[in-house]
Structure formats: C-alpha cells, structure tokens
C-alpha cells in the first residue's frame, strides 16, 4: 500500500468510523521476526462495537499485514 493509498484509508475511515475514542487494549507483541501492534479501541460513530487495528512489521520493517475489523464478541 503506498503512502497515498493509506492516506485516503485514513480519510475514509475517519469519515465513516469517527472519531477515536477510549482505548481498550493496545500492545506490542514480537514472535521470531515480526513485530506486531494490536489496538483495541471504540470510535464515535461504532456505537458499543470495539475496533481491531493491526499492523504487523517484518524485520526489514516493511508492512507485513494491516487491518481495521470489528472485534469478535
């Protein structure tokens, strides 16, 4: 995903989701090589829903994977 790409993500997410709001969880977790960001978090136009963002960075500090999903329950 190219800078430009994620910066209309952003764009569009903050359009549909909200605004953040409380964070729920946020942690680091690194297993061999990779380095990956959990997010648990509630935005303003979710309601109650709890919002997954993951980003996982491999060791030449390229995104490996990216996502914005609700929660399971």
Avoid: C
Wanted: no cysteine; proline share 4%; net charge negative.
């Amino acid at each position: 995903m190219s800078g430009e790409a994620l910066r209309r993500f952003r764009d569009q997410s903050s359009v549909q989701a909200g605004n953040e709001g409380d964070v729920i969880k946020e942690e680091v977790v690194q297993k061999d090589s990779v380095l990956t960001y959990e997010r648990d978090v509630h935005f303003s136009n979710a309601g109650e829903t709890v919002i997954m963002v993951t980003w996982s960075i491999g060791p030449d500090r390229k995104i490996l994977g990216f996502y914005v999903k609700p929660k399971p329950s």
